[in-house]
Each structure stands twice: as C-alpha cells, then as structure tokens.
C-alpha cells in the first residue's frame, strides 16, 4: 500500500537545567539546531535500487546569547526560541521505478533534527559563528554520504553511522573555531574553551510518524552540569477533515465526520468562491499543532469534530444560517488553541479566525462565502471589509 505525504512539525521546546556545572557561577547556555529531510521530494529509487538525491536542510540562527536565558542556575527551564526549535514541512514518500513498484511502490522517507548544546566560556562570537556554520556544512555532507550508500534492501541508519556522524562533525566544528580565530584568541579559548553539553540525533522515520500521529522526545546529558533537552515531532495527513478523522478513530472514539460529504463540499460549492482556499490553508499549516492540542484533550477532540458537522452543514446549502451560540463555540475553540499552542503560527492564525468568525452573525452561508473568498486571512479582517448582512 502506498504511503501518505504527511505534514510534519518539530517543536523542540525547552531546556531544563538540573545542574549548571559553573561552579559558583552561573551558565551561558547556546543552542545549535540543524532540521533534515531525506523524502520523495528531492530524493529517488534509480535503476540500480539506491537513493539518489540530496537531502533538504533547514538551518537556523545565532550561536552566543540565542537562547532567552543566559545567566542559568540549577533548576531553571529555557524555553527555545520559535527560530531555533520550530519547523515545518511536507514529507512524501519516495517513489520506487517500474517494474520493482509492482512490488513496492514506494520507500518510507526519514526527517530528524540534530541538537547541539553549547555553554559559553572564551570562544570569541566570530568564533562560535564560524563553527555552527561548519556544523551546518558538515551535517549536510553527513546526511547527503548516508543517503548516498541506501538501499532498497539496507533502509536502516546504524549506531555506528550516527556515532562517526557525531565525530566527523564535531571534528569539523572545533577545526573551523580555530581557524576563525587569531593566535591570542586561541590561546584564550585553549585556556577556558566553549564546553559541549551535549550532541544528539533526534531520527524519525515515515511510517512510526504515520502511525503514532505525535512523538515526544528528550535526551539528558549529565556533562559539563546535568542537563535535557525536550521536543516532539507531530504528522498528520495533509487534509484537515482526513487528520482530524484519523485522530478519533486512533482514539477508540467513534468519529461523526462524513468525509465524503464534505470532499463533495470541497469539490463542488468551494470551487464557486475562489479565494475561500486561503482560509482552508490556515488550517492545513497549522494542523500538525492543531492536532498535538486535540490528541491531549477528549473534550477540546469532541468540540472539534461537532464544529466540523455544524461547519459542513452550514456550507453545504445556499440559505444555511449559522447561530450565534455556535459561532460562540468556534470563537471559543479557537481561542483554547491559541491558549494552548507553542507555534506563534497557530497563534497568530487562530487570531485572525476568531475575528473573522465575530463578523458572521446571522450571516447565510453564500454571503458568508463570498465574505471569505473576498477577505485574505489578515489579524483585523473587519477594518478592511464589510462583514456579509442578513437577508431581511
């Protein structure tokens, strides 16, 4: 059976501190994050049965001072910065050539995130810069020789892999430091150089992520003080209704949704109001968050799925109306959401829903529609457009 394209969020949220190993003093903490995807859209299954192709990296920024705390005693949490622990992407399966897809169509992708943890001491900023750009190149030279040597039939990352992995890299960070820095600067940094907390791969392949919808993860590294990092990975399918059903079902709860009512809805009467899209793609960038809050909260799973009934129900004829207890229930849901997201994202988005949503009052559901193709998803959309009226 052919895989799904999931939509796939990292989300590496805080770092807590049980010991800060400085002594008296307290600890500088830094934080270096590399994301990669090794997926069916830049990779390939050549005639030969190995991977072709080169894997998509995501980087992110800063070295000394990048986390919002860095003055960190015993028992204190970081949080990590959205730039630095935060990413989002599509990851698709890659495709198998005629005639070995008769057999397998396609090959599970991997995607994982590689963590460094960094306290400051000498190292100069230039320094720091230089060597988490050299993470960044060695990372990728790591990942793309990996993916170089799979198979059809030798999938499987060893541990042996991950930990020359880590040596090849941590050689080329500490190489590139040296060379970034004069003399008198080396010799400072020699006397007191930047400690490495901790180096983790944080790997996740297709078809664990399609089958357990969200993954936490942690690692503690009682080095240099004793600390852990924490995240979690979370994959949907990339159809709103299709997640969402997929969430109850995995659930044990008996789900209400009428799929193919509503692609019938999507197929048909959104096609009428171009631009509506826009508003269906908030909520398909932010589903792997959405569904994260849902998978934590029966109550919050049920309010959802009655509101996707009320949804399709209201849209599906011309005269519809909506009322204003339920469009008191969606104001409602979309704020818990917003209370209750990591993603400054799905934060803003919900946002920018619930003010659209406080113009629809007896709105009928072709005025309301043709509200919505005319009015771009924006934080104060009633400043700019006048909500749909009545019919009298």
């Not at 830094?30 to 980087?59: K, R």
């Not at 044990?252 to 949704?257: K, T």
Request: charged share 25%; glycine share 8%.
């Amino acid at each position: 059976m052919a895989r799904s394209t999931l939509n796939v969020q990292f989300d590496l949220t805080h770092i807590k501190c049980h010991d800060e190993g400085d002594g008296w003093g307290s600890a500088e903490p830094y934080l270096w994050t590399v994301f990669f995807l090794v997926d069916g859209s830049t990779i390939s299954v050549n005639s030969g049965l190995t991977l072709s192709g080169n894997a998509t990296m995501h980087f992110t920024p800063g070295s000394h001072g990048n986390l919002p705390n860095d003055d960190v005693d015993a028992g204190e949490t970081v949080t990590i910065p959205a730039a630095i622990g935060e990413w989002q992407t599509l990851m698709k399966p890659i495709p198998v050539p005629p005639p070995f897809d008769a057999v397998q169509p396609d090959v599970g992708g991997v995607v994982g995130v590689v963590c460094v943890l960094m306290e400051e001491d000498n190292v100069s900023d230039s320094g720091a810069a230089a060597g988490h750009t050299a993470l960044n190149n060695a990372v990728r030279t790591a990942v793309n020789q990996i993916v170089a040597t799979r198979t059809l039939t030798n999938q499987e990352v060893t541990e042996g892999e991950l930990a020359q992995f880590e040596t090849t890299i941590q050689n080329a960070v500490s190489n590139a430091v040296q060379n970034e820095q004069n003399f008198f600067e080396n010799l400072w940094s020699w006397i007191n150089p930047d400690d490495t907390i901790g180096f983790q791969v944080f790997l996740f392949k297709h078809d664990d992520l399609a089958s357990k919808g969200t993954i936490a993860f942690s690692r503690r590294w009682k080095n240099e003080g004793d600390w852990e990092i924490f995240g979690n990975v979370t994959a949907t399918v990339t159809c709103p209704a299709n997640a969402l059903d997929n969430l109850l079902s995995s659930l044990g709860a008996r789900s209400s949704l009428d799929l193919d009512r509503m692609r019938k809805i999507r197929d048909g009467r959104f096609r009428a109001f171009p631009g509506v899209e826009k508003w269906w793609g908030l909520a398909e960038r932010n589903l792997p968050e959405a569904i994260r809050i849902l998978s934590e909260d029966e109550q919050l799973r049920g309010r959802a799925a009655e509101l996707a009934k009320v949804a399709t129900d209201f849209v599906e004829r011309p005269d519809a109306s909506i009322s204003a207890d339920q469009l008191k229930q969606l104001d409602a849901f979309f704020g818990t959401l917003a209370e209750r997201s990591t993603s400054r994202r799905l934060r803003i988005d919900a946002s920018r829903a619930q003010e659209a949503a406080r113009l629809l009052t007896r709105g009928r559901s072709d005025g309301v529609l043709k509200f919505l193709a005319t009015t771009p998803p924006a934080r104060h959309p009633a400043e700019r457009v006048t909500p749909p009226q009545p019919e009298r």
